[in-house]
């Protein structure tokens, strides 16, 4: 079974910019997941989606960032404009359902922003 | 105050020797308490989970809950380079749901 997809692996750009990042759960999974992981921190869960519709995006900078899960399969999260702070990795991950079952992440998208 | 606390180490131990990850957390509501493994430039994949109080043994692993003082534990026996990586507990209210709470994670380091 392949794992969940994401791309690019690294981006690096300067302030200001606009970035976008791109997951393909595993097929089948109807539940995705972006979270930020600050080095040297934990995961924070950004936005959760079920199928297409977004089920939690209340830690999501809305000022900044959106997500989009077009016919609830592929989904893409765009940071603009992009702040030092947002120098992250960006992991997706999905699961079968929400509840009672496991997530599973992807490799995740390094970002720095200088 | 963070919702859940772990201590970032390093740490680093011999190879054989057992191993001990702590996590505290402050949410009554948290009934799920996972540990995930975390290799260098990788995802994290699920370790172990289990449910309200009580242990889970898994091969040379087991996860130890206290709810009532709100501690968690992962225990290596027999620890391998292989086990070399970043460990986070995290926490929910369901499983598999929803927003995972995660600890700052620990890296951990087996000297053959």
């Known amino acids: 079974e392949a794992g969940v997809a994401q791309s690019p692996r690294y981006k690096i750009i300067e302030k200001r910019q606009s970035v976008a990042f791109w997951c393909n759960p595993i097929?089948?999974?109807?539940?995705l997941y972006w979270y930020q992981q600050i080095l040297g921190q934990g995961p924070k869960l950004l936005i959760q989606f079920q199928n297409n519709g977004v089920v939690d995006d209340s830690q999501l900078p809305k000022d900044r960032f959106s997500a989009e899960r077009l016919k609830g399969v592929d989904s893409t999260l765009k940071i603009q404009p992009a702040k030092l702070e947002d120098s992250a990795v960006y992991l997706c991950a999905s699961s079968k359902r929400t509840g009672n079952t496991e997530a599973f992440f992807g490799q995740g998208t390094r970002l720095t922003v200088v | 105050q963070k919702e859940v606390e772990q201590d970032p180490g390093p740490l680093s131990v011999p190879e054989g020797a057992i191993v001990s990850l702590n996590c505290t957390y402050s949410n009554s509501a948290f009934q799920y308490f996972m540990w995930y493994r975390q290799y260098s430039r990788k995802g994290p994949e699920l370790l172990m989970y289990?449910?309200?109080?009580g242990n889970k043994e898994d091969g040379r692993f087991t996860a130890q809950v206290d709810k009532s003082s709100k501690y968690i534990s992962l225990f290596i026996r027999d620890s391998q380079p292989s086990d070399s990586a970043t460990y986070l507990c995290a926490t929910a209210e369901d499983f598999g749901n929803e927003k995972l709470t995660f600890g700052t994670g620990t890296r951990l380091t087996i000297i053959p």
């Open positions: 289990t449910y309200s109080s």
């Open positions: 097929s089948g999974h109807a539940t």
